[in-house]
Every structure is written in C-alpha cells, then in structure tokens.
C-alpha cells in the first residue's frame, strides 16, 4: 500500500500584497526526524513575464545532518482558494532531497494577476493560505530532531470551527460570554466557516481598542464588515452596540476638533 502523507499543515502568509521581500520562509516543522521549512517567491522566481507564485519545500536543517544524507520525499502544495476549495491550485511532486538539492518544488503554482484579486478568494484579509501535506518515503542519515520543535500551527477543532492553536483560547473566550453567536449560522463548508470566524475575531478585537484610536475609515469599514457578518448568521448586536458607541465618540471628537478650529480663526 502507497504510504500517506505524514504532516499537514498550514502557512499563512499575512499582509501579502505588502511583501517586499524576495522570497520569504514558513517556520520549520518536523516529518521523518527532519525539519522542513516552505519558501515562497511573492513575485515570482525568474524572469518570466507571466508572472507565477513559486512555491518549494526545503529541508531547514541541512548543516545538521550527517554527510551523505537524503531524503526521499512525497509533497503536496496546495495555494487555498478560502471560497471554494474546488477553486484551490495544487501540485504535487515526489523527489529525492539531498545536500546537492535540498529544496524542489513548483515554479509557477498559481499566476500573481489571478492571486491578488481579493474575488478569486486566494486573497483573503490580506491573507494567502499555504497547505503542504508532507510523506518521507526513504531517510539516509539520521538526525536527533524532535517532535517538540513543531513550530508551524495545525488547526483544531473549537466550538464547530477550524481554528489555529492560538486562536483557542479568543475563540473560546467569545463563545462563553456569546454562546448563541453562531447559532444561525447554516453555512457548512470550513473553509467558509473559518473565513467568517477569522473576520468576526478581527472586527472584534479592533472594536475593543478606544475609540480615539480608530480613523473614519476604521469605523467605516467595520462597519461594512459587522453588516457582512450579520447577514452570514452570526448574532451580533453586543458588536453592533459597540460600533454605535464608537461612532458616537467618533463624533464627539469631531465636533470639539470644529469647535477649537472656530475658535482659533474666529
């Protein structure tokens, strides 16, 4: 029987259209007593006019192994459509990781003109969601690496959801003060469902800062999104009240601000 693939796990990748960098590195994580580690290319790997996402798995500790060492290696890189996951771009490969080539990978995964539009849904909150699915079929040098160096999150389970292990503790907090937030919720595809969740986690914890600390266009697009939210099903009206209160403090201020510039040129 073919053997599985051992680990799964997901990169997110924030902040993306905003990157800068060449190329830029997931945190390592173990499969087959080897650290592994993603590199993707923002803008493309080459020269190409096309520009394509480009997107490999390395092995990350390299220096450490023994001489002679391989990997022989089954991978699986999926760029995540957060819409549809019919809709998700993947390829797979399986190759021999040594120190003569310690990365392989795919060079054009997914066109950049496709990823970053926020409609295609591979572009969603500023996020881009990497999967790699890991099997080590052969291993040729032993290391000493242990499991407790796992440093990229996988998700877990929480309250019907998919959520990182970081977000546990929020997603649980939410759900005790709110137990009824997602009772309406009919939507049953987790990627969807994680989507929403991850919206309604960032508008909550951007309305609980002071209200002097948030622009118009804050409030704004809080707003546009609390409105979003409410229409897939979550219960909202303690986040609702909150957005009032803002608005109205907003408002307040504005209207001191009017009032010192009256009286400053008066």
Not at 127 to 135: D, F, L, R
Not at 140 to 148: A, H, I, N, Q, R
């Amino acid at each position: 029987m073919e053997k599985q693939y051992e680990k799964k796990i997901t990169w997110t990748i924030k902040n993306f259209s905003s990157l800068q960098s060449e190329k830029i590195y997931s945190d390592p994580f173990v499969v087959g007593d080897s650290k592994w580690r993603l590199t993707a290319y923002p803008n493309g790997n080459g020269d190409s006019i096309n520009k394509c996402l480009s997107l490999f798995l390395s092995i990350a500790d390299s220096e450490s192994l023994p001489s002679g060492w391989k990997r022989h290696a089954k991978y699986r890189l999926t760029v995540d459509n957060q819409i549809s996951e019919k809709l998700s771009k993947q390829g797979v490969g399986q190759d021999m990781f040594d120190h003569k080539s310690p990365s392989w990978g795919l060079g054009a995964i997914l066109p950049l003109t496709k990823l970053v539009y926020n409609s295609d849904g591979f572009l969603v909150n500023g996020e881009v969601k990497i999967v790699a699915e890991v099997g080590v079929l052969e291993v040729v040098g032993k290391s000493d690496v242990l499991e407790e160096t796992l440093l990229v999150n996988e998700s877990v389970e929480c309250n019907g959801f998919q959520v990182l292990p970081s977000q546990v503790e929020s997603v649980n907090s939410l759900f005790e003060e709110h137990p009824d937030i997602a009772s309406k919720i009919s939507v049953e595809n987790p990627r969807l469902r994680t989507t929403y969740l991850n919206s309604l986690l960032t508008l909550s914890e951007i309305l609980c800062q002071s209200p002097q600390k948030l622009s118009n266009n804050d409030l704004a697009n809080a707003h546009s999104t609390l409105s979003y939210l409410t229409k897939t099903g979550f219960k909202l009206d303690w986040l609702e009240k909150k957005l009032k209160e803002a608005g109205e403090t907003r408002l307040q201020q504005l209207e001191e601000e009017l009032k010192d510039f009256k009286q400053k040129f008066s």
